[in-house]
């Protein structure tokens, strides 16, 4: 299935990790680009980060240890700094 991520935009794909052993509980992924970019989910594996971020995309894995919502707040902040 692809999803549309729009330009300047980003999302949460805690949902769409659907792998047991998927070493992330949660990806971010940002368009800082000025075209939609069509990803792929739900994610399986590992390799999907690297495919994706040779798309154009800025991917940031989430770890059990990590702060979800920190990361999506810097995230969210380099995005908009960016578009000014």
């Known amino acids: 299935m692809k999803f549309v991520v729009r330009d300047h935009h980003l999302v949460s794909l805690g949902g769409y990790i659907v792998e047991r052993n998927f070493p992330y ?4 992924v940002v368009n800082k680009t000025d075209e ?3 990803i792929e989910v739900p994610v399986f594996k590992e390799e999907w980060i690297e495919e994706h971020r040779n798309l154009g995309l800025k991917i940031i894995p989430v770890s059990d240890e990590e702060n979800f919502l920190t990361l999506f707040k810097k995230a969210k902040l380099e995005l908009e700094k960016s578009n000014n």
């Open 25 to 28: 509980r949660n990806i971010i």
């Open 36 to 38: 939609p970019i069509k």
